[in-house]
């Protein structure tokens, strides 16, 4: 029973990692820094059920204060490579050094202090890697929300949502690692309580991160180059505001299906760049909003005019992909 619990978390991270590692050749930048992620968790967890099964030693125990230092900051890397213009360069690989360093301590000293050390820095790391990948996220996210329309499959609140339940639980684990693994050792009950909650967390952690494959590298490449500048008339915001209203009102212009900053801009006559200068400092609006709220109103006018309908109709025709993003954005608007 002790190692079947003890294994839990080693082998959801051992899955999730073989498979990775059989998509890697075809996978993007961000998936393989959660292959490598997974891999530090494997072999963590894989120390922490020696452990816990009375097979350690310092070897293993210099391995799992490494993962565990390591694991975090690598998770920042994946989170970075989401929403960073340059996927990978080199000196970010720094951020391994002090888990390196008191790796080497654990194994060379092996004293209280070295412990003390690797706990203070755990504390650093997992604050660090909380809060910067919150502020990288919601970032990301504004630029998403300022290009699409419809942001299923792009928008970041899965990761942000998932990290935030991922640092709490790690402050758990942190909790744990204060009061010491020896308190779980040969009671299986009280250790399945931390296994089984790390094996959740991760088990969706990498479920997550296995679908979202968009980052702002791929935004990039479908945005294409800056437009050419408007003209003249088009810098008045009057104008772009009645050229707006005209696509809007007449043509029903948020009914395309994945509408996206670029076509509109397109239409208009002005470049992406004052468009979205304009919905933000003027209307006060997101270009995803702005086009959301309008098909919201057309479907309330679709379905006072056909309440038969279905659900699914009714999204469609109002230009949404999915009749989830139609509820979402209902609730949102309503």
């Given at each position: 029973?002790?190692?079947?619990?003890?294994?839990?978390?080693?082998?959801?991270?051992?899955?999730?990692?073989?498979?990775?590692?059989?998509?890697?050749?075809?996978?993007?930048?961000?998936l393989?820094?959660?292959?490598?992620?997974?891999?530090l968790?494997t072999?963590?967890?894989?120390?922490?059920?020696?452990y816990?099964?009375?097979?350690?030693?310092?070897?293993?125990?210099?391995?799992?204060?490494f993962c565990?230092l390591?694991?975090?900051?690598?998770?920042?890397?994946?989170?970075?490579?989401?929403?960073?213009?340059?996927a990978?360069?080199?000196p970010?690989?720094l951020?391994?050094?002090?888990?390196?360093?008191?790796?080497?301590f654990?194994?060379?000293?092996?004293?209280?202090w070295?412990?003390?050390?690797?706990?203070a820095?755990?504390?650093?790391?997992?604050?660090?890697?909380?809060?910067?990948?919150?502020i990288?996220?919601?970032?990301?996210?504004?630029?998403?929300k300022?290009i699409y329309?419809?942001?299923?499959l792009?928008?970041?609140?899965?990761?942000q949502?998932?990290?935030?339940?991922?640092s709490l639980?790690?402050?758990?684990?942190a909790?744990?690692?204060?009061i010491?693994?020896?308190v779980f050792?040969?009671v299986?009950?009280?250790?399945?309580?931390?296994?089984i909650?790390?094996?959740?967390?991760?088990?969706?952690?990498?479920?997550i991160?296995?679908?979202?494959?968009?980052?702002?590298?791929?935004?990039?490449i479908?945005?294409?180059?800056?437009?050419?500048?408007?003209?003249?008339?088009l810098?008045?915001?009057?104008?772009?505001?009645?050229?707006?209203?005209?696509?809007?009102?007449?043509?029903?212009?948020?009914?395309?299906?994945?509408?996206?900053?670029?076509?509109?801009?397109?239409?208009?006559?002005?470049?992406?760049?004052?468009?979205s200068?304009?919905?933000?400092?003027?209307?006060?609006?997101?270009?995803?909003?702005?086009i959301?709220r309008?098909?919201?109103?057309?479907?309330?006018?679709?379905l006072?005019k056909?309440?038969?309908?279905?659900?699914d109709?009714?999204?469609e025709?109002?230009g949404?992909?999915?009749?989830?993003?139609?509820?979402?954005?209902?609730?949102?608007f309503?």
């Amino acid at each position: 029973m002790l190692l079947l619990v003890s294994l839990l978390p080693f082998l959801v991270c051992l899955i999730w990692l073989i498979v990775f590692l059989l998509k890697w050749k075809v996978a993007a930048v961000q998936l393989r820094f959660l292959s490598v992620f997974a891999g530090l968790c494997t072999i963590l967890y894989g120390c922490h059920s020696l452990y816990f099964n009375n097979a350690s030693t310092l070897l293993t125990e210099s391995v799992w204060a490494f993962c565990s230092l390591a694991s975090y900051p690598f998770y920042l890397l994946y989170l970075v490579s989401i929403t960073s213009r340059k996927a990978f360069y080199w000196p970010r690989l720094l951020i391994l050094l002090p888990a390196i360093v008191i790796s080497l301590f654990r194994y060379i000293f092996d004293q209280p202090w070295v412990d003390f050390l690797r706990q203070a820095t755990f504390l650093v790391a997992l604050l660090f890697t909380c809060v910067y990948g919150l502020i990288i996220l919601f970032r990301f996210e504004r630029s998403i929300k300022d290009i699409y329309s419809d942001l299923a499959l792009r928008s970041t609140r899965p990761i942000q949502h998932l990290l935030i339940c991922f640092s709490l639980t790690s402050v758990l684990s942190a909790f744990f690692n204060i009061i010491g693994r020896h308190v779980f050792l040969h009671v299986a009950l009280l250790l399945a309580v931390p296994s089984i909650l790390f094996a959740t967390m991760l088990f969706l952690l990498f479920y997550i991160g296995n679908k979202y494959d968009f980052s702002l590298v791929k935004m990039e490449i479908e945005l294409g180059k800056p437009d050419e500048l408007p003209s003249d008339d088009l810098y008045n915001s009057d104008i772009l505001g009645g050229r707006l209203n005209v696509l809007m009102v007449d043509h029903h212009l948020y009914l395309r299906h994945d509408l996206k900053l670029t076509d509109l801009a397109k239409e208009v006559g002005t470049c992406r760049t004052y468009l979205s200068s304009y919905l933000n400092n003027n209307l006060q609006i997101s270009f995803s909003d702005y086009i959301n709220r309008q098909r919201i109103d057309y479907a309330k006018d679709l379905l006072l005019k056909h309440p038969d309908l279905s659900t699914d109709e009714v999204a469609e025709r109002s230009g949404f992909s999915s009749v989830s993003t139609y509820k979402r954005n209902l609730a949102k608007f309503s």
